[in-house]
């Protein structure tokens, strides 16, 4: 089983990624920092005669890393209630990346693919963090990936999410679980 | 009362474009068009100890933009369920802008803005961008806007808004409106 | 086309009543005011040896109601964020009517009807009525129903609702298709 | 620290009451069973002159319960994407309740009140099942009252909740802290 999570954050060892990490712990997996890499916007060009135009930059190793994974961990903080615009023109670009002739087989690999999300914010999240959820939910539906789960922490300044037990335990299982399916699919 | 529109969409005269041109027609406004401008994502720096540093982009127009406005029209296509990336990027930056000692009287002066979403989907949106809703809804809250109105157009292909009759009818009945308070608040 | 509205206020000519009226004026159809009929809150025995058992009250009329029409509007006002207990009764209900041997056709029936949601709050409705709206999406989506349109009208005192333009608007853009609608079917 | 806890399943020992007796396990609680009293349907007559009539039910048992508790416990399956009618009759009843001349300390009491819900679904309920939390969250915060937190377990045989780690994790450590509480409140 391979996994990658992409890092949404802005920041180095937030509290999202603080939470991953238990997730993850001594879980074999890759790690992309969207913070490092550049991904531009999207251009929508859906209805454009010529389609959409090759991008000069790093979102070919989001398709790759896509493409060779049967888990994918999407942790982004709460940022306005929604995931980061870091995170969200990855998202976007899926929109091109679906319809790219490099790629035919994406569309097929997503649909065998299952997806956690990992999110911390500071406002009430297990209430306000609810839309950003079910947008993953939508998005997920649309490309028959399967949404495992789901783990939302609270924590406001640097490392508190690491107080909040309830988000806690829910990453410790999760990390149970993940090690014991790495390794049954290790044969 | 002056308006500023900022158009999150990453084509021209798309479906959202074409719905805020009816809710805006014979309406003095400043239109901003993101995709035209450079705007970096936000670098959380709210816990580090020297705080935000200035940003080399053009996000002081938007700053500005919403410092003479008594309205505030956020048109964005519903992609993947969400706001794009383009407009996350300006909102998300909205935390350093808040913070930034060049513009000290940016919190207060939200207090008196009015908002309106605009906003177009093809897959339900009626449905599916409640989620979108409710994360502006959140994010006035936050910042003690008031959310005047949404509407939600429903449209796939090119042009095809002018054909959903209830979110037609909303945009001329909110045009209506705009035009009768630009007027009232001419004096 | 056949249109059964039910009414799931608990007093008369309230507000969402009034929308309601606006939606079917000069319509055909058959109302039932869930008020003055009795229905019974289920008794889940899905998973009983014996099944479901007979109830003494008024809920087949619900049933036969459906039966003979194309169009069902659930009318009902916000109560603390939800659809009045009255209406909720009956939804629940269904769970033992999809089963019920003496309605062998119900299900299937079902997946050729439209659904029509008209609703008034008093407190933000047309964000804090969202999650009302998408428990019906969900309730139907699960029947297969169609989820036609709905409405979020605004009041608090009786009669406010006809304040609220853009509900008004949107209803009476509802009533012209209904209108056309029946003329067209009935031939 | 008292602790009162609202049964709204129309069936005993469901899904929903078996993760409800996770959470309370040697808590000392006074439990009441909403399928086993008679609550009827609210009769709205906020606008009515002479306002809201006696009511000939039991109603009055579940005002002097919350009024006697510090902790309100939820505990409902998940009836088509919602409370059950039999819990939603109990929360219509509020709007009397807190006019109600003879409780005057209600609305008061309400504000010191910390609610906890726990609902059970079968039908993906970690995401559908989240406008029922955001309805609870509105209804909550309308009184003052503060949402502690809330468990969502999956399952739809008889006795299926206790294969939904995530949701067992979950009741285990609240538990721990309502005995916690329970007993430092005790001195």
Known sequence: MKITTFIGSSRANGNTEILTD???KNVTHRRIYLKDIMIKPIHDLRHDMKGF???ADDYDQIIEAILESDVLIFSTPVYWY???GLMKNMIDRLSQA???????ELKEHLKTVNAIVVTVGGDIPRIKALPLIQQFKYTFDFLSINFSTYIIGQGRRPGDV?????AVAEALLLNEKLKLESKSNAH
Chains 1, 2, 3, 4 share one sequence.
């Open 98 to 104: 679906i319809r790219d002739e490099r790629y035919p």
């Open 22 to 24: 238990i997730v993850t």
């Open 53 to 55: 135009r090759p991008v």
């Open 82 to 84: 929604s995931m980061t």
């Open 162 to 166: 690491v107080k909040d037990e309830q």
